[in-house]
T-cell receptor, first 114, second 112 residues
Framework: GNSVTQMEGPVTLSEEAFLTINCTYT??????LFWYVQYPGEGLQLLLK?????DKGSNKGFEATYRKETTSFHLEKGSVQVSDSAVYFC?????????????FGKGTKLSVKP | DGGITQSPKYLFRKEGQNVTLSCEQN?????MYWYRQDPGQGLRLIYY???????QKGDIAEGYSVSREKKESFPLTVTSAQKNPTAFYLC???????????FGAGTRLSVL
């Protein structure tokens, strides 16, 4: 079945450091891929998306490229800020199936220290 | 402002009690979802509804029930059969396009 695996946290970085959170997936067909962010005590917000191979999603300085050959969708940011501290979820949607639902990774907690 | 409203923000359940979590959206989305989130876990799908008066079980539906009588509303009942209900519950909705889902702020349920 479809699944998402993302690196375990927590990840602790100093402000202005480079961020990479790894995400790999297993899916049939051609899924869409997403990164969601959850700030403490809140729901999830869509951070970025990519709907086909080689697409690059970007938002708020974050980027991720849909790599079909390596089945990956790693999240990167060149210079993190304290306000980026949150839990990040990688997800896929294989809407060719009957459910069309999102399948989430377990989340990676990021803490950025000043 | 359009969005998804979940209420209450915090809820406490007594032993043997059924409780209902509210989810309302004014985004005119057809599809709505309920997820459960436990510490250190991803989101697990409880129920979803693609259209009014129809809903489907997700991966962990046992001990939960839903209804979808109106497009805007998708309440979740946590029944007494759910033996471990303590969790953070998230409601989402979607137009179906690329299955981008929009989430509410969540309800935290605890057992007294």
């Amino acid at each position: 079945g479809n699944s998402v695996t993302q690196m375990e946290g927590p990840v602790t970085l100093s402000e202005e450091a480079f961020l990479t959170i790894n995400c790999t997936y297993t899916a049939t067909g051609y899924p869409s891929l997403f990164w969601y962010v959850q700030y403490p005590g809140e729901g999830l917000q869509l951070l970025l998306k990519a709907t086909k191979a080689d697409d690059k999603g970007s938002n708020k300085g974050f980027e991720a490229t849909y790599r079909k050959e390596t089945t990956s969708f790693h999240l990167e940011k060149g210079s993190v800020q304290v306000s980026d501290s949150a839990v990040y979820f990688c997800a896929l949607s294989s809407y060719g199936g009957s459910q069309g639902n999102l399948i989430f990774g377990k989340g990676t907690k990021l803490s950025v220290k000043p | 402002d359009g969005g998804i409203t979940q209420s209450p923000k915090y809820l406490f359940r007594k032993e043997g009690q059924n409780v209902t979590l509210s989810c309302e959206q004014n985004l005119n989305h057809d599809a709505m979802y309920w997820y459960r989130q436990d510490p250190g876990q991803g989101l697990r799908l409880i129920y979803y509804s693609q259209i009014v008066n129809d809903f489907q079980k997700g991966d962990i539906a046992e001990g939960y029930s839903v209804s979808r009588e109106k497009k805007e509303s998708f309440p979740l009942t946590v029944t007494s059969a759910q033996k471990n209900p303590t969790a953070f519950y998230l409601c989402a909705s979607s137009t179906g396009e690329k299955n981008i889902q929009y989430f509410g702020a969540g309800t935290r349920l605890s057992v007294l």
